[in-house]
């Protein structure tokens, strides 16, 4: 495996993780406390910590495709 594409789908792979930590977090706080915070918040929290996912799988599909396609070394010609 190319040393590019590794470092593309490794630090997708971290903040992922990072991001699930987060979510899951909320959620078991949510769950678990006896003063819960007000369903919308609960609900833009969830939606401004999830829309992330989109944004990483959108640039690790188009990293891995500039790789693939050879973009970086046509580039370096110039």
């Known amino acids: 495996m190319n040393k590019k594409l590794l470092g593309a789908i490794l630090s997708s792979i971290v903040f992922i993780v990072y991001l699930a930590m987060l979510i899951s977090l909320l959620v078991y706080t949510q769950l678990t ?3 819960k915070m007000p369903t919308g918040v609960f609900i833009f929290l969830l939606f401004i910590f999830g829309v992330p996912f989109i ?15 050879g973009e970086e070394e046509k580039a370096k010609k110039y």
Not at 58 to 67: C, D, G, H, P, T
């Open 55 to 69: 944004g990483i799988i959108y640039a690790l599909y188009s990293r891995v495709n500039e790789i693939h396609n």
């Open 33 to 35: 406390e006896v003063d």
